[in-house]
């Protein structure tokens, strides 16, 4: 009895140690985890309307890493606020969503600083008329479409979405269960070509020289400052970084730990094992889009019209009257990796990039931008465009071979099974968004193959 009584007495003493150090000194880990739980369920619930435990059920924990599917959320809709936590207890998560700017993670625990100084327009209605410029939508009937859209082999696990956009109209469209037109779907890394097209609007208005350099105070005689913007849209800036996902990498940490991501991003030194310097190699680093972000917000004195400007830009000029672009907790997009759209809005823009950045007779972007975007990028053995899109179908690389697509498609893509593939040669844009991690080894390439020939007959 004795030793036994002993045994408890230290399973008890340990248990309690333990609890106290989660509770004083959480392990990164865990605060990652809790704040992406908090982060995702918060954006979810106040932009996608969506019910916060089904998102965390289906959203986190079922894709994750393990010891997501210990955290507990709790939703204050009248603050805005989310908290997470292991147990609903360790690791401090936390979000706030603030209205036409979506939620940020607030890991510092500084919820006034978090709320900015911002005031959203109006929501915007419906609009009349026929899809892109309205809202209506006529899908003529088309049977070798819809058993295209029938076969789950092709949509893929998870989907969640499918538009089908040809000769600038939407000929057809699928749901997944839960999900609908008026949906908020997350891009995750589409939102990076978002932030190129942004940029490309300040070029057009002659506010910004993507070729110049000097782009941050703190690289002032440093050899970054050499660095230009042309380096980060092409994702060839040199600057060390990990883009690991699942553990805690220099992309979690900033998304998840930083209130700040663009300072966290700019800290980073350059790699000094890279031969060639800078723009001789290819890595991909979602901290290079948030200090284009930066970038192109400080070409704004004033903070609260560069947080207008997504929409005043290009979100209302193409109708996209959903689209959420997301800042962090200190103001800057996260042009990475966070924008709510429906699928019809992310068609929109899809066919925005089909027009060669031409809408409504208007050409918003410079004369041949989006060919200059879509150039393979030197660094990039063909893959990776100067103007953040990709040149091959996303998920290429898990194995295998794709289908075989016309030579002038590119592809936005996002994390989990998110993708916009243009075809100009076919006047096709097909989106399609899901919950489809990566080692399912889905591959959006056969889609897209099989609805140019279900369109060619």
Not at 24 to 29: K, R, S
Not at 297 to 305: K, N, S
Request: glycine share 12%.
């Amino acid at each position: 009895m004795r030793i036994v009584k002993t045994i408890v007495v230290l399973i008890l003493i340990g248990a309690v140690g333990l609890a106290v150090w989660l509770a004083i000194a959480p392990p990164d880990l865990v605060r990652v985890g809790a704040n992406y739980s908090a982060k995702i369920v918060c954006s979810n619930v106040f932009i996608a309307s969506r019910d916060p435990q089904q998102v965390l059920k289906v959203d986190v924990q079922a894709p994750g890493h393990p010891l997501l599917r210990l955290m507990r959320v709790s939703v204050d809709r009248d603050s805005g606020e989310v908290h997470a936590g292991l147990f609903g207890i360790f690791g401090g998560g936390a979000a706030l969503y603030r209205e036409g700017i979506g939620c940020a993670t607030v890991a510092d625990g500084d919820f006034d600083a978090a709320r900015l100084d911002f005031v959203a327009d109006d929501i915007r209605e419906p609009q009349p008329g026929e899809w892109p410029d309205g809202d209506q939508i006529e899908t003529p009937d088309n049977m070798d479409v819809d058993a295209v859209l029938n076969d789950p082999a092709l949509t893929g696990p998870g989907m969640r979405a499918v538009i089908v956009v040809k000769d600038g109209r939407i000929v057809a469209e699928r749901y997944g269960d839960g999900f609908d037109a008026e949906t908020p779907l997350l891009g995750w890394s589409m939102t990076k070509t978002v932030t190129a097209v942004l940029i490309g609007r300040l070029v057009r208005e002659g506010r910004l020289d993507i070729a110049g350099a000097g782009l941050f105070d703190g690289w002032t005689g440093s050899p970054r400052a050499d660095i230009t913007a042309a380096d980060l849209l092409g994702m060839a800036s040199d600057l060390v970084w990990n883009e690991g996902y699942g553990n805690v990498s220099d992309v979690t940490r900033m998304l998840y730990l930083e209130p700040d991501m663009a300072a966290f991003a700019a800290a980073h030194p350059l790699d000094e094992q890279t031969l060639g310097g800078i723009g001789a190699e290819f890595l991909y680093s979602s901290g290079t889009t948030v200090l284009l972000s930066r970038v192109w917000q400080d070409t704004f004195e004033d903070p609260a019209e560069a947080l207008a400007w997504p929409r005043e830009a290009l979100f209302d000029p193409l109708g996209m009257r959903s689209a959420i672009l997301e800042t962090d907790a200190r103001g800057t997009f996260a042009g990475s990796s966070y924008m709510y759209a429906t699928a019809r809005d992310w068609a929109r823009f899809g066919q925005f990039l089909a027009q060669r950045g031409v809408w409504g007779g208007r050409s918003l972007l410079p004369v041949g931008f989006v060919d200059w975007m879509t150039e393979p990028h030197p660094a990039s053995n063909g893959e990776y465009g100067r103007g953040h899109v990709w040149l091959r179908p996303p998920n290429g690389g898990s194995g295998g071979d794709d289908a075989e697509l016309p030579p002038d498609a590119f592809f936005m893509s996002g994390h989990d099974g998110q993708s916009v593939t243009v075809v100009p040669s076919e006047n096709l844009v097909v989106v399609r968004m899901g919950l489809t991690p990566s080692k399912l080894g889905y591959k959006v390439s056969y889609l897209v193959d099989a609805l140019i020939g279900a369109l060619a007959e």
